[in-house]
């Protein structure tokens, strides 16, 4: 029985090298590859590809508000709302001691410190981290702002008061005074902080100021 299974194999196997087959080979599967072709060894997307295959634009830098040229130019632009809105204050205080035309004068004192209490919040706002002596300039700036505010305020009552009693000493009265001591203060503060912000300015391409421009 053995020898009858033996044959059997044996022409087995010589009826099949006879057609001339031989054992075929798995054929092996690629990886997946990533965008630049090279295999990954996983079928994930590449980390800067977006999810059209197109590679991820990096993040922008925001700029403006961030850069020290922003900054810069948010306390040139404070400024010039500054010298805008006190134009026209000295002739109306004027016009108030010599009792002519008080109500337009007191509107014109009226919108003048209005414009300055906006003033003193804004700078109150800026962000000046990235300017050369941001803090300083940023404190220098509020206190002399806020000093004007307290000048055109105690201006602003001593009008009111003017103009129903044109014959009143107003060199006498107390929110008169209270006025120019104010201004005074606020002229000191802005020429301290002139000091510090014009050569900021000249470094960021921005005009210089004077004290009586703010």
């Not at 020898?3 to 690629?30: H, I, N």
């Not at 300083?136 to 055109?152: E, P, V």
């Not at 103009?163 to 929110?175: E, Q, Y």
Request: proline share 5%; charged share 25%.
């Amino acid at each position: 029985m053995a020898a009858v299974l033996a044959a059997v194999v044996t022409a087995g196997v010589m009826w099949f090298l006879m057609r001339g087959g031989t054992p075929q080979q798995a054929t092996p599967v690629s990886a997946p590859t990533a965008a630049g072709g090279e295999a990954t060894g996983t079928g994930t997307r590449d980390p800067q590809e977006s999810e059209s295959g197109e590679p991820s634009e990096a993040p922008q830098d925001a700029g403006g508000g961030t850069t020290a040229k922003g900054q810069a130019q948010a306390v040139d632009d404070l400024l010039s709302d500054s010298g805008g809105a006190r134009s026209g204050l000295g002739p109306a205080l004027v016009q108030v001691r010599q009792c002519e035309e008080t109500t337009s004068a007191i509107s014109t004192i009226e919108r003048v410190t209005e414009a300055r209490r906006k003033q003193v919040e804004q700078v109150r706002t800026l962000e000046l981290g990235a300017v050369t002596d941001g803090a300083t300039i940023k404190n220098r700036l509020t206190t002399a702002l806020q000093a004007s505010l307290d000048a055109d305020e105690s201006f602003l009552t001593w009008a009111r008061r003017r103009a129903n009693d044109c014959d009143a000493d107003w060199t006498k009265d107390p929110d008169y005074n209270a006025g120019l001591s104010s201004s005074t203060k606020a002229t000191a503060a802005k020429q301290e902080f002139i000091q510090l912000w014009n050569p900021v300015a000249e470094d960021h391409g921005l005009p210089d100021r004077a004290a009586h421009e703010i």
